[in-house]
């Protein structure tokens, strides 16, 4: 799927930045995730997904060539606290991939203390989000500022995304939320629409088959905008498979 310089990989839940200086945009790591888990009885095997989760990133910045890698939160799964393996988990994880490219990081509601855990090499921007072009990245759990009018795109994580659909192929997968609504729902001195992308979990634990299993995160950007706005719903290969008419199932 192309949007002018924004292009979602195919396959992947993560998408490319290209103006001229190319950027990876990934969200929703939520490293150490099976501490989650493994309280609930289900056992990855030690580090299983902070090596696979790495090794993906890794792969991606190298097959993508990007110059930076843009982080839109929860990094961290632990919320007010440094879990005992965040400790080891996210230097490891910013320790590999700082070797081979620029780090950019947006923190996320998950990400409490996390300037603890970064290596002075990674760029911590504020919460509130980055604006690149016309294009304002954030994680998505607090309302962008008036001074953030100027964008045109909002690209956002934090909903982690799933589709369900019981005899769909794709039942309980991750997938894309592509919305256009009007911008002053979200800024009440312009005019216009504005887009807004988000981002499904590139945690690939994170997901569920059973729609009662699964927990909405709140976004108050989306809060706004959700009962006005034309969607799609869209795979990770990029198939168009929802309308805004499904979009309550998942927002």
Not at 51 to 74: A, C, F, M
Not at 81 to 92: F, M, Q, R, V
Not at 213 to 240: Q, V
């Amino acid at each position: 799927m192309l949007m002018g310089k924004i292009r979602i990989i195919d396959s992947e839940p993560a998408m490319i930045l290209d103006i001229g200086e190319k950027y990876l945009v990934i969200t929703d790591l939520h490293l150490g995730f099976e501490s989650t888990l493994s309280s609930n009885k289900i056992f990855l095997g030690k580090s299983s997904s902070i090596k696979q989760i790495t090794d993906n990133v890794k792969n991606l910045i190298r097959s993508e060539n990007v110059d930076s890698i843009i982080l839109l939160g929860d990094i961290k799964s632990s919320i007010q606290h440094i879990a005992k393996n965040e400790w080891n988990d996210i230097p490891y994880f910013f320790d590999e991939i700082k070797k081979i490219s620029n780090v950019i990081l947006v923190p996320g509601n998950h990400d409490a203390n996390i300037d603890k855990l970064v290596p002075k090499e990674v760029s911590m921007i504020s919460s509130k989000g980055l604006i690149i072009d016309d294009v304002l990245f954030t994680h998505g759990h607090t309302m962008p500022s008036e001074n953030f009018s100027g964008v045109n795109t909002i690209v956002m994580g934090h909903i982690h995304p799933i589709f369900f659909q019981e005899d769909s192929l794709v039942n309980g997968q991750r997938v894309w939320i592509s919305l256009r609504t009007k911008k002053n729902l979200l800024f009440p001195s312009s005019t216009g629409e504005i887009e807004i992308m988000v981002i499904p979990s590139f945690n690939p634990y994170f997901y569920v088959t059973q729609k009662r299993h699964y927990k909405k995160s709140i976004s108050p950007i989306i809060e706004k905008i959700k009962n006005e706005s034309i969607g799609k719903i869209i795979t990770l290969d990029g198939t168009i498979i929802g309308n805004e008419s499904q979009l309550p199932d998942l927002l």
